[in-house]
């Protein structure tokens, strides 16, 4: 294989996770008095973190989020993980061919360390992301295992290049030998940002909205042909 280290996003590549959280989040906003549609919601946060949501209802309104808006929407988005979350389809797949060829992978995500643990713990996808919150990545006497990355780790999410260009280095790997995977229009200037390319999942995103990516697929099963 070309790369030396497949970086995942989580929400929409890993998870089924965007059409579920991003119903959630427009009809908590809408709730609220800022009228927002489940396309208003992919078009504006798909792939950011929780914190792009609170600078932009701002930005358009005056009007600051409750205090404890965070926690309310990440409660109901955790409640609808535990009744409907899956997999994507093919993709635990695709993680097993790259973990038998020896290839390294870990998963670089907008969303939160518990957010991620709580989708994982219900697709069964725990068992091939290791997961120790600020962990010391493979090079790290503690969390020598971890493969797990969030916003959280960072001083800006996604599209600033910083979480993945962390999870780079935390895993020992050179920027230009890496190769992002994305479903959405942040992730993808991320990783360019990042110096990185980048293979555009086009499942829920059409191409023409993820410009620039060094390739596309819509099927999981595409992947390894892209990375080889």
């Keep these: 294989m070309r790369y030396e280290l497949v970086i995942f996003d989580n929400d929409g590549v890993l998870v089924d996770s965007e059409r579920l959280s991003n119903t959630i989040l427009a009809g908590y906003l809408t709730e609220l008095g800022h009228p927002t549609s489940y396309e208003d919601s992919l078009k504006d946060f798909m792939g950011a973190a929780v914190h792009r949501v609170h600078d932009l209802v701002l930005e358009r309104t005056g009007q600051r989020l409750p205090a404890d808006f965070d926690e309310v929407l990440h409660a109901r ?21 790259l973990a038998a060829d020896g290839v390294p992978y870990c998963l670089a995500s907008s969303g939160s360390h518990e957010r991620i643990r709580v989708g994982h713990r219900k697709t069964g996808l725990d068992r091939l992301f290791p997961h120790r919150e600020n962990g010391g990545g493979t090079g790290g006497e503690d969390g020598a295992d971890n493969v797990v990355f969030s916003a959280q780790d960072v001083g800006r999410g996604k599209p600033a290049p910083d979480l993945f260009l962390h999870a780079a280095a935390r895993m020992g790997v050179a920027p230009e030998r890496c190769a992002v995977v994305e479903d959405s ?43 080889a």
């Design 185 to 227: 229009p942040l992730g993808v200037r991320a990783a360019q940002a990042a110096g990185m390319d980048v293979f555009a999942f086009t499942a829920m995103t059409p191409a023409g909205k993820l410009p620039g990516a060094t390739g596309y697929f819509a099927r999981m099963a595409e992947l390894p042909g892209l990375l």
């Design 77 to 97: 988005v955790f409640a609808a993980f535990e009744r409907e979350l899956t997999p994507v389809d093919g993709v635990v797949e695709v993680i097993e061919k």
